[in-house]
């Protein structure tokens, strides 16, 4: 059963609906925050190999 809007438009939200909802988004949030924090780690080290990878062959060539 639907509620209809308040004057400001606003829909009336269960309390634990509230907290299940947020529970949830920062459950979300902190795991997309995880998988970047890999990845960046991957690319980075990623970025370092192949700086070194290109010194050596500058080095080579010296």
Not at 26 to 43: K, T, V, Y
């Amino acid at each position: 059963m639907s509620k209809a809007p308040q004057a400001d438009g606003k829909l009336p939200i269960a309390p634990q609906a509230a907290l299940n909802e947020y529970a949830a988004m920062n459950e979300f949030l902190r795991n997309r925050n995880l998988l970047l924090a890999q990845q960046l780690h991957e690319l980075t080290a990623t970025i370092e190999a192949l700086q070194a990878e290109m010194r050596a062959k500058d080095k080579g060539k010296a």
